[in-house]
């Protein structure tokens, strides 16, 4: 890894967006199906993966649970319930309610459970049967319920949404821009060791031409001793070829440029289909896996049937 690159964990927008989706999206999605599952069917509490989530909007249960509270409930065989035992059930009014067993009593062969609140003076007046049982008490996330009411607003699901979208965009821009400036850096390296071969190169043409160039002037002493060339011809002389010298140094520097572009385009082409291959590998590798693990999974309920 060189220096100047940067550890995903090392960036604090990274860390913004990973905690928003953490905390955010699973409780979205969790209101998204208790709302989809209560419009679907109004007489039936919904549930998330068998447990049924409810806000807790008195304090007859206190100090154990308080307003606020989300409480989640597991459906439960009302048979198997016992004594100090925390359900939910419904109420007379269908309300339901979360309350602790304090009594089982069985009137003319139907059970029922006689149901207190644990911060009340008095149990409960009307009789609970199995049938209006939702659930047995598992756990409680303090304060939650509140935030999970105002998610439930259609308003409030579409700021979160816009805010996700919005988190996104800025990681992204944020990302995109470092890939620019790690790529005009490379570019410029890649520019910088072309040149230094260039002018290598330009160096050594460069005392080559000055010895054909001192050659041809000692052939034509030679040829001509008596030719004299005037002061301004020669000087006209070298002026057309140092034009001409410049003209081509500037054709030459044309196509060299062309061609280094071309090859870091090749390069970055190639980079990216390497990139490319490795995320291809890595899908390959965990549908592997996830075909593994589905395989096992049949093997255990092949076993247990």
């Not at 500037?250 to 062309?258: A, D, G, I, P």
């Not at 980079?271 to 590998?281: I, P, S």
Request: hydrophobic share 35%.
């Amino acid at each position: 890894m060189k220096k100047g690159d940067k550890k995903w964990y090392k960036s604090w927008s990274n860390w913004l967006i990973l905690i928003a989706c953490i905390i955010l999206i699973p409780i979205l999605i969790m209101n998204l199906s208790i709302m989809m599952q209560a419009k679907k069917d109004k007489d039936k509490v919904p549930s998330v993966f068998g447990i049924k989530p409810f806000m807790v909007l008195s304090g007859s249960m206190e100090t154990e649970i308080q307003i606020g509270d989300l409480i989640l409930t597991r459906v439960v065989d009302p048979t198997t319930l016992k004594v100090d035992d925390v359900i939910a059930f419904r109420d007379a009014e269908g309300t339901v309610t979360t309350h602790r067993i304090i009594d089982i009593v069985v009137q003319e062969g139907v059970t029922y459970f006689i149901t207190k609140g644990d911060n009340n003076s008095s149990q409960d007046r009307n009789l609970v049967e199995y049938k209006d049982v939702e659930g047995i008490y598992i756990g409680r996330i303090p304060g939650i319920g509140s935030m999970m009411k105002s998610l439930s607003e259609p308003t409030t699901i579409l700021v979160i949404v816009v805010g996700i979208t919005i988190l996104f965009v800025i990681g992204f821009m944020i990302s995109y821009r470092k890939q620019q400036e790690k790529d005009r850096k490379e570019f410029l390296e890649y520019k910088r060791k072309l040149q230094e071969n260039k002018e290598e190169k330009e160096s050594h043409e460069k005392r080559a031409v000055q010895m054909d160039f001192t050659l041809e002037e000692q052939n034509e002493e030679k040829e001509s001793l008596e030719q004299v060339l005037d002061n301004n011809k020669v000087k006209e002389s070298e002026e057309e070829f140092l034009q001409y010298k410049k003209m081509k140094e500037e054709q030459e520097r044309k196509k060299q440029e062309e061609k280094e572009y071309e090859e870091f385009l090749e390069y970055k082409r190639m980079k990216e289909e390497q990139e490319e291959e490795k995320k291809r590998l890595e899908r390959k590798e965990q549908e592997y896996l996830e075909f593994k693990k589905y395989q096992e999974e049949q093997k255990q309920k092949n076993s247990q049937d």
